[in-house]
Every structure is written in structure tokens, then in C-alpha cells.
T-cell receptor, first 115, second 114 residues
Framework: KQEVTQIPAALSVPEGENLVLNCSFT??????LQWFRQDPGKGLTSLLL?????REQTSGRLNASLDKSSGRSTLYIAASQPGDSATYLC??????????????FGKGTKLSVKP | NAGVTQTPKFQVLKTGQSMTLQCAQD?????MYWYRQDPGMGLRLIYY???????DKGEVPNGYNVSRLNKREFSLRLESAAPSQTSVYFC?????????????FGSGTRLTVV
């Protein structure tokens, strides 16, 4: 059964710092990996989608990498800002039949960027 | 704006009451999903619909029923609400569950059962 783990569970950094969020998954048979942002009391906003054949995706100050064979992904945030404070969720889409082929989430990393 | 719309945004129910959570998407996606989010548990799949006319159970289906009314709409029904169903419910859609497309999520329904 696919499991997704995110480390650390919480992170507090000063404004301007570059930071890395980690995501690991137990089964490398995936279609893609998706990073989401969730603000308190709000829904999920998709940040980046990496296909299984890709190594990385970039959007503005965000860069996500994928090492499918080792079951790891990282989300790099450059020059962090207080507005980046949120919970970041990693999710994989397994190559599996039935309900196991649907998006599997990690429990998230809660990021706080202090001015 | 294109996306996934959920109603209501907030709801308080008494134990034993029933209600239906509504979800609609305007992106012409084939697949739709219902997740619940609980502290310490993350997001867990309740039911999904791979295409219009089909529905299947996810990880935590007990106590829920779903209806894929048409390609746009996918509703979640609680027949007899229990305090354990207090949660935040998210609807999502994707182009196809067997392709490389990402998921789009609604803003959620915050349900409290007292």
C-alpha cells in the first residue's frame, strides 16, 4: 500500500531564507506527484505537478524535484516571504487499480515565515 | 472562474440528521472525488467517480452515499450523521484517473455534528 511521508511536520524560518520541504513515498509506481498549498480554513491550491517522467518543475520562486526511483520529492522555496506561510501537502497518484489508483496525500508541512 | 464549487461552506447537524453536500465542476473533467480531512489523519478518499454513471468506494466509505448526477455534479450524502463525521469535506476533479493530469479541489465544506 502506498504511503506518503512529509518531513518536517512544521518549520519556522526568518523571512528571506531559502528552504526545502521533503516528501517521500513507498512505491515508485506513480503517474505523477503534486504539491499543494493550504491556507488555514481554506481549500487546496495546486502549486506544481510533476509527471513520472520528469525530474523537476518550476513556478516562480518554487521548484519541485522528483526522484522516482528513490521515492523522494523536494519542494524548494527561494527567498521566503511571510505570505508563504501555509501548510504544504504532497500527493502521489499511484499506478494502481481501484481506489488505490487515486491521489494519496502526506500529512503536510506547516510553514511559518517570520518577518 | 473555472473550478470546483462546493455548497454549503459550513454546516452544523444534530446526530441522526441527514444532509447532502453538493459539488459541481465546470472543467469538463471525467473523474470526481470526495475526500475528508481530519487533524493528524490527512486527507482520505471517501468515494470517487471515474466517469459519469459510475461510483466506487474509497478508503473510508462507511456512513456515506454518493450520486454522480451528470458529468458536472457529484454529491455526497450523510443519511444519519454521527459525531465521527465531523470533518472538512473536499470535492475534487481531474481529467481522467488513469492519465497524468492533476487534481483540482474545491474550497471545502466544514461540517460539525453535535
Amino acid at each position: 500500500k502506498q504511503e506518503v511521508t512529509q518531513i518536517p511536520a512544521a518549520l519556522s524560518v526568518p523571512e528571506g531564507e531559502n528552504l526545502v520541504l521533503n516528501c517521500s513515498f513507498t512505491d515508485s509506481a506513480i503517474y505523477n506527484l503534486q504539491w499543494f498549498r493550504q491556507d488555514p480554513g481554506k481549500g487546496l491550491t495546486s502549486l506544481l505537478l510533476i509527471q513520472s517522467s520528469q525530474r523537476e518543475q518550476t513556478s516562480g520562486r518554487l521548484n519541485a524535484s522528483l526522484d522516482k526511483s528513490s521515492g523522494r520529492s523536494t519542494l524548494y522555496i527561494a527567498a521566503s516571504q511571510p505570505g508563504d506561510s501555509a501548510t504544504y501537502l504532497c500527493a502521489v497518484r499511484p499506478e494502481a487499480r481501484g481506489s488505490q489508483g487515486n491521489l494519496i496525500f502526506g500529512k503536510g508541512t506547516k510553514l511559518s515565515v517570520k518577518p | 472562474n473555472a473550478g470546483v464549487t462546493q455548497t454549503p461552506k459550513f454546516q452544523v447537524l444534530k446526530t441522526g440528521q441527514s444532509m447532502t453536500l453538493q459539488c459541481a465542476q465546470d472543467m469538463n473533467h471525467n473523474s470526481m472525488y470526495w475526500y475528508r480531512q481530519d487533524p493528524g489523519m490527512g486527507l482520505r478518499l471517501i468515494y470517487y467517480s471515474a466517469s459519469e454513471g459510475t461510483t466506487d468506494k474509497g478508503e473510508v466509505p462507511n456512513g456515506y452515499n454518493v450520486s454522480r448526477l451528470n458529468k458536472r455534479e457529484f454529491s455526497l450524502r450523510l443519511e444519519s450523521a454521527a459525531p465521527s463525521q465531523t470533518s472538512v469535506y473536499f470535492c475534487a476533479s481531474s481529467e481522467d484517473r488513469r492519465t497524468n493530469y492533476g487534481y483540482t479541489f474545491g474550497s471545502g465544506t466544514r461540517l460539525t455534528v453535535v
